[in-house]
């Protein structure tokens, strides 16, 4: 037997990960960010049982909001990783079939082909988020020299209390966007291998019902709009109960 294909290629898949992507390393920073000033927030917190409740401490519920916002954003960086990596690992595959998809989408809908749904599902993994990451790096920078400057008594607490809250709001905002991005993604990657397998059926049928043996099962098992159109596209005129 005959083979062509390229042994570099084949051995580079073979001792490493072929496919990268900055984003994950952007994503574990910002997660190990979030965890950091978390528990430093700790020290704002009153002590259990503490009776009387220090005035100079920042409102509770503000510290806690915050705490919980970081602590939500570093489970979504941890989300946003796996997904990436799970579109790494089965990059190849999504792109074979999402090239076949666009013709599909081509000739279904009589327009030029497109490359939307690529793009769309390859977006986190080239870079999409990475704006986010950046945007939620820089609030997290603030929190920290927020902190710091709190403790060394150069920001008034109700600054402190105002930064908390900002960073609560812009960091819920970011992982919206941020998990909104990969449902978008899983939802597209569904679709386009159910299209894919649509389209695989399709050829499947056209090419066994021509075959004696096959064509038999498939006239008696087709539902009612697969004998539909078994009968208009393809001439059949022995179905059953039709």
């Known amino acids: 037997m005959s083979l062509n294909f390229n042994k570099n290629l084949f051995n580079v898949f073979g ?23 978390r ?15 220090d005035p100079t401490l920042p409102d509770e519920t503000k510290v806690t909001n915050c705490q919980n916002a970081l602590l939500n954003y570093g489970t979504g960086a941890n989300t946003l ?31 030029p082909e497109s490359c939307y749904n690529i793009n769309t599902i390859a977006g986190t993994a080239a870079g999409a988020t990475d704006d986010l990451l950046a945007a939620s790096t820089g609030i997290l920078n603030e929190l920290d020299q927020g902190i710091a400057a709190f403790d060394g008594g150069t920001m008034e607490k109700v600054d402190f209390e105002d930064l908390l809250d900002r960073v609560s709001a812009e960091l819920g905002g970011n992982l919206t966007a941020i998990l909104g991005m990969i449902s978008n993604e899983v939802s597209m990657v569904q679709n386009m ?42 001439g059949v005129d022995d179905i059953p109960d039709l």
């Open 15 to 37: 001792s490493s990960n072929a496919f990268q992507s900055a984003t994950m390393s952007k994503a574990t920073a910002t997660n190990s960010q979030c965890g950091t000033l």
């Open 39 to 53: 528990t430093r927030l700790e020290k704002y917190l009153p002590v259990e049982g503490e009776v009387i409740i």
């Open 81 to 111: 990783n796996a997904h990436v990596q799970t579109r790494l690992d089965s990059l190849l595959d999504d792109m074979q079939v999402s090239s076949a998809v666009k013709s599909v989408d081509s000739y279904i809908s009589d327009m």
């Open 193 to 234: 291998y159910d299209t894919h397998m649509r389209m695989a059926k399709s050829f499947k049928v056209s090419a066994l019902i021509d075959d004696p043996c096959v064509r038999p099962f498939l006239v008696r098992l087709a539902g009612p709009e697969l004998s539909a159109v078994l009968v208009s596209d393809f």
